[in-house]
């Protein structure tokens, strides 16, 4: 009996198979923050681009450019500015919220 109780074969494997969840979910959270940010980033110019394109008076293609990337937004105008909200949703599947960004440029009156 004392025999079996310092036998040790077996236990690498066991804390392998307990530390090897963690480690993923680790690197699933690292991942999704980096998409996240990338994300953040390309909207971030889209916006802007659209918030250009809006103030030259191409509606069309702010509002296709946004389409794109699947974000949602929402245009003002206000003391010769016009300004875009967006908001997209982070491309994978974590536990992320949303990202969005807001970008202004001169309302050309177009």
């Avoid at 802007?48 to 389409?67: K, T």
């Amino acid at each position: 009996m004392r025999r079996l109780l310092r036998d040790e074969r077996g236990s690498v494997t066991a804390e392998f198979a307990v530390a090897v969840p963690a480690v993923i979910v680790v690197l699933a959270l690292g991942v999704g923050v980096l998409a996240s940010a990338a994300a953040a980033v390309r909207l971030e110019h889209v916006s802007a681009e659209s918030a250009r394109l809006l103030g030259r008076g191409d509606d069309a293609r702010a509002f296709a450019a946004l389409g794109e990337i699947g974000a949602s937004m929402s245009v003002s105008h206000r003391e010769g500015l016009v300004c875009v909200e967006a908001s997209a949703p982070v491309p994978l599947s974590v536990p992320l919220p949303p990202v969005s960004a807001r970008a202004c440029a001169l309302d050309g009156g177009g």
